[in-house]
């Protein structure tokens, strides 16, 4: 699976962004999807995943109630919708397929390029 995420930008606070992830490759529709973000000088983190399905959705507590996640797997394509943003989402975003937790960790089988979202305050 090949996943290119895109629709970053600059933003000002309480503003909103809408970030999509296009996936090539077989079996998307059947893959456990996720965003997740790196701001500078800090580690990865988990953001949001959404099931196969699309019926089950999971959120970390600072983007819960803002960001919403959701898919269409008929253009093989993840989006995560965030709104009311925060100069602290500013971060390089990136999508992931075929998500699993360990303990309090998530992890992915596949990642793609990030996109840079800038929020100013």
């Known amino acids: 699976v090949q996943l290119q995420a895109s629709g970053g930008g600059l933003v000002q606070a309480g503003g909103s962004l809408r970030l999509s992830c296009a996936a090539s490759?077989?079996?998307?529709?059947?893959?456990?999807l996720g965003w997740f973000r790196q701001a500078p000088g800090k580690e990865r983190e988990f953001v949001a995943r959404?099931?196969?399905?699309?019926?089950?959705?999971y959120y970390s507590d600072s983007v819960k109630g803002r960001f919403t996640i959701a898919r269409d797997n008929a253009k093989n394509t993840v989006y995560l919708q965030m709104n009311s943003l925060k100069p602290e989402d500013t971060a390089v975003y990136s999508c992931?397929?075929?998500?699993?937790?360990?303990?309090?960790?998530?992890?992915?089988?596949?990642w793609g390029q990030g996109t840079l979202v800038t929020v100013s305050s």
């Open positions: 992931g397929a075929g998500l699993s937790l360990s303990g309090s960790t998530w992890y992915s089988n596949y």
């Open positions: 490759g077989r079996a998307f529709s059947s893959y456990t």
């Open positions: 959404i099931s196969w399905s699309g019926s089950s959705t």
